[in-house]
């Protein structure tokens, strides 16, 4: 699997923040730059991870400067028996024909790292010719294996809840909101466990 590189601007590590809708649509803007550099006027491949990366995504391609394709994957974790053990699995919707391509994938939030990994390396068994990630949220405090992201938006140290800009709270609000939030209480509503990725 062939990697970028790693990307270290703006943005270390913080406590619970807001970033505005300006600061981030500057931030897309720069990435989408950055990308469009390294694309070199080559199709890119964008893989999209549903249901959180969605806004994220579409103003990040419109900021690169190269022709893309866009392909939608949606993450299934299950627990599998495995001879009488349980064991948590992640499984994916679909599998694009990614052979000899220049591939990004971008997702919100990488925290833990394990779904990423293994969406990475899912992909790069069709042995595409660049594999790249992109992220709108670091998260490295929370890392599980061992991932870093070749471009990300923000890191962060806040292990809240972000809300905002296709981020939901629990009970599902939020995604529509310009800016990026953490520590926001969700409005009053149906609670669920959120998963960590």
């Keep these: 699997m062939v990697s970028g590189v790693r990307r270290t601007a703006d943005h270390s590590a913080r406590k619970a923040a807001t970033y505005s ?5 500057a931030r897309v803007a720069t990435l989408g730059k950055e990308i469009s550099q390294e694309c070199q006027d080559r199709r890119l491949d964008v893989v999209v991870t549903l249901d959180r990366g969605f806004i994220f995504a579409a103003d990040l391609v419109r900021k690169i400067d190269a022709p ?7 993450e299934d974790v299950r627990d599998v028996d495995h001879g009488g053990h349980a064991r948590r699995e992640v499984f994916f919707g679909s599998h694009p024909e990614l052979s000899g391509r220049d591939v990004l994938v971008v997702d919100a939030v990488l925290e833990s790292g394990v779904t990423q990994d293994f969406l990475l390396r899912r992909l790069g068994e069709s042995k595409p010719r660049s594999i790249r990630l992109a992220v709108l949220l670091d998260k490295p405090e929370s890392r599980r294996v061992a991932l870093e ?3 990300f938006g923000f890191r962060t140290a806040s292990k809240q809840v972000w809300v905002g800009y296709g981020l939901a709270a629990a009970n599902g609000t939020g995604r529509n909101l310009s800016q990026l939030s953490s520590g926001v209480k969700a409005a009053p509503g149906k609670k669920g466990k959120a998963r960590k990725k």
């Design 21 to 25: 809708a300006e600061r981030i649509a």
């Design 68 to 74: 893309i394709v866009c392909h939608f994957v949606r």
């Design 149 to 151: 992201p070749d471009y």
